[in-house]
């Protein structure tokens, strides 16, 4: 192994992590900043178990609409992330439990995942490109989120099989890629896992309250009133 | 909305067919008015009742009255307002009587 | 049959480039009326910075809620398949919930958030230049969704669309930059505690008036509709369309609340449950409106304020209200739906539903459904009192708007596009092959009252209060 790989997989990840860490320590001090509303009502639900809902919601595509009849496209997005987690798992283990990769199945099933998910990247290009409406409120920052994500996945696809004897580059240029990715991410659209919690939790938490979220059962009753 | 034609004369409606300028109203307007939203084909003599009161009310005031109004300064019960104009008065009187819309979410 | 009719398709840009129309402002400002003079009323002043102003309050207003829903967003385009206008008009691509809720986010990441007060461009931020630019914002805001918040069910993310619409519509509403409807009812609202200007003299002669009727129609000389009457079981608030234009529904539950034995009243002020403050994004004339029933309520000791069928006026009463007004709810609030419940429940009213033989559906109205908790009340209602109830579908939670939410109702010249997108709602109707449609909510009355009429549907919307007095048994004694 080259230094300049040993240095790329260790100390100069870990300094991206850690300005990766700061930045949202900073972001979400700085959602926290906005002032935020007191509820005044009587319950009629539960908000906790609203917010648990509401935060389940990636897990249940059976609860909303556009996942329950759109299957294809709850099917690419859990294939997509599952990509993602994948490749950032890559990540530590390439440096740290290299030996997990010398298991052919292991690196196959990383392989497919990341290969799927390179091919539903492409297709989003597609689609976000294609369909007018979405080509309408599509950014630079979304096309290029985009399309580094799919050379990602493409070059973890090329990295995972450790192979330092054939070529180091495509773990190069894989160790490169994530250390910017740590960097570009908090100021761009892919941050969006950070504020799935806030979101849902605020959602969940107004609909809980007032019983609309997490199905109650039928026909209260009066009782008490 | 379409406009509407009274005998040749172009009569311009709202996007909720009540009256643009409320000047343009006559008695003919108020007959063609009734037909194409009320679908009212003959005005009875308790339509123009009806009417007439409430476009001396809006002439006075610049107001639709209440409908509490029109029921007692006509003498009909409530029932029969509804009957006479079946979209009820501010919807269907008011528009026949060539006010303009009232405000609030009617 | 709604397939037959062939909408005349709107251009947007005939929504976007209307004009702002200032007739009523000049006239309040030359009344001197009191709400403007003292500045709770905004006026329109073309010689204000209103962009730098609107960039202020921008930052004034927000809430750490809406800053998430605008970082949030990943431009999926999901909600897209949910909104009743993009989905009428696929091929509109300025439709989409997501678009209209782009325009107000760009102006917060131009000026709030980090990448684009550095690199705008980089995300599509942007500011508005000019007062002709904010006339666009309140076009969109206004005329382009009913603020149903079906989108937000449907988002992956949670992010509250109709809530940054509403927040845009507030802060435009601080510069008069609205719809001349939504300045006039406003302006009512604010001078004289309800939306419809109704007078002390009228309220109170109406519900006289409708006692009389009461008294003759069943010939029982102590039915009443008591007028702030102090230590009563609850206080009946309602829409002032229920006075103003058909106050049949007073009569209706005057008569239910009657037989069931309850001791009510009705406030001489604070009668108004409804608030427009909901629809303007105006948080100071909602907490008005709202605090003006609780007030009235602690005024007369009554342990409980019941909301007739209204369902913005719910929402704001019931919810949205009390944080408004940072008031403390202090006694339950309820809708009539379930004070009707109550009643049959628990046997203090006894109901034949042979009485109601027609095919009835209902619509749940989205301040009802998805912005309030009344799913199952209403349906446990309808299967009482009626004998050939149908499901809607789709239904509660996830049912279409009947298109005029959000004030659009009381603003003409959106009309068109409105009555364009309801093709999805008549279609809706139309397969539940019901004679009747029952909703809560007299916005909603008037909403599908005009499709059904522009569709041509074989339909009539009745509340359920109608449906209730109407299958009611009422022994003599
Ligand atoms: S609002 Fe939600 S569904 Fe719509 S584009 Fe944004 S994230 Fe996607
Ligand atoms: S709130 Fe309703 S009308 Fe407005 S964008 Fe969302 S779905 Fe469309």
Sequence with gaps: MSDLLRILENEFQIIAISFLIFVY????????????????????????????????????????????????????????????TLAIGATFIIPYWPHLFEIKAIVWIFQFIVGVAFIVGLFRLYRRLADASIRLISSWDDYFSLILMILYFAVAFLAIPINYQRSEWPLILFFALTAFFLIYVPFSKIGHYLYYPFTRFFLGRTMGHRGVFAKKKKNRSTEGL | MPDLEVKGKKIELSQEGFLYNPQEW????????????????????????????????????????????????????????????????????????????????? | MSEKIKNKRIKIEDITNLPLELESQKKASQEKIGSVSEGKLKLYNQQKKNVDRFRELLSEKITRQLAS???????CGMCAESCHYSLTRPDDPKMTPVYKADQIRRIFKKHIDWTGRVFPKWVKARSPVDDQDLNHLKNIVFGTCSACRRCTFNCPMGVETALLIRFARGILTDLGIVPEGVFNVSRDQWETGNQMAVTEEDY???????????????????????????????????????????????????????????KWTMPKWGWDQTNFGLFSGDDRLGAYVAKNVYEAAVRLRAKRIVISECGHGYRSTRWEGYNWAEYDQNIPTESVILTLMRYIQK?????????????????????LARSGDLLEAPRWVLDKVCTDYREMFPNRRENFCC?????????????????????????????????????????????????????????KVVQILELVSNSMVIRMP
Aim: proline share 6%; charged share 25%; aromatic share 10%.
């Design chain 3, 69 to 75: 829903s605008m970082v949030a967003c990943v431009h």
């Design chain 3, 204 to 262: 109170l002669d109406t519900l006289d008036w409708m006692k009389e009727e009461l008294q003759e129609e069943l010939d029982i000389p102590d039915i009443d509709i008591p007028i702030d009457k102090e230590d009563c079981d609850f206080m009946y608030t309602i829409n002032p369309r229920e006075i103003k234009f058909d106050p049949r529904s007073i009569s209706h539950a005057a008569k239910i609340f009657h037989f069931a034995g309850e």
């Design chain 1, 25 to 84: 320590i900073l972001r979400i001090v700085w959602l926290f900043r906005f002032k935020s509303s007191k509820e005044k009502t009587y319950p009629e639900g539960n908000a906790k178990a609203g917010i648990a809902y509401s935060m389940l919601n990636v897990a249940m595509p059976w609860t909303m609409e556009t996942t329950r009849k759109k299957h294809f496209f709850y099917i690419q997005f859990v294939l997509f992330h599952l990509g993602v």
């Design chain 2, 26 to 106: 006559d008695d003919d307007v108020a007959r063609a008015l009734a037909k194409a939203e009320e679908g009212i084909e003959d005005m009875s003599e308790d339509h123009w009742t009806v009417i007439n009161y409430i476009r001396e009310y809006f002439l006075e005031k610049n107001l639709a009255p209440m409908v509490r109004k029109v029921c007692k300064n006509t003498g009909f019960p409530l029932k029969y307002i509804f009957e006479l104009f079946p979209s009820g008065p501010a919807k269907g009187a008011c528009k026949v009587a060539g006010l303009p819309k009232p405000d609030g979410c009617v």
């Design chain 3, 347 to 367: 046997g203090m009213i006894k109901v034949d539903p042979a009485k109601n033989p027609e095919p009835v559906t209902f619509h749940d109205s989205c301040n």
């Design chain 3, 403 to 459: 298109t005029g939410g959000g004030g659009l109702l009381s603003m003409a010249e959106y009309r068109p596009l409105r009555l364009e997108v309801a093709k999805v709602k008549a279609e809706q109707l139309e397969a539940t092959g019901a004679k009747l449609v029952c909703t809560i909510c007299h916005n909603c009355v008037d909403g599908l009252t005009d499709l059904i009429k522009h569709y041509k549907l074989d339909m």
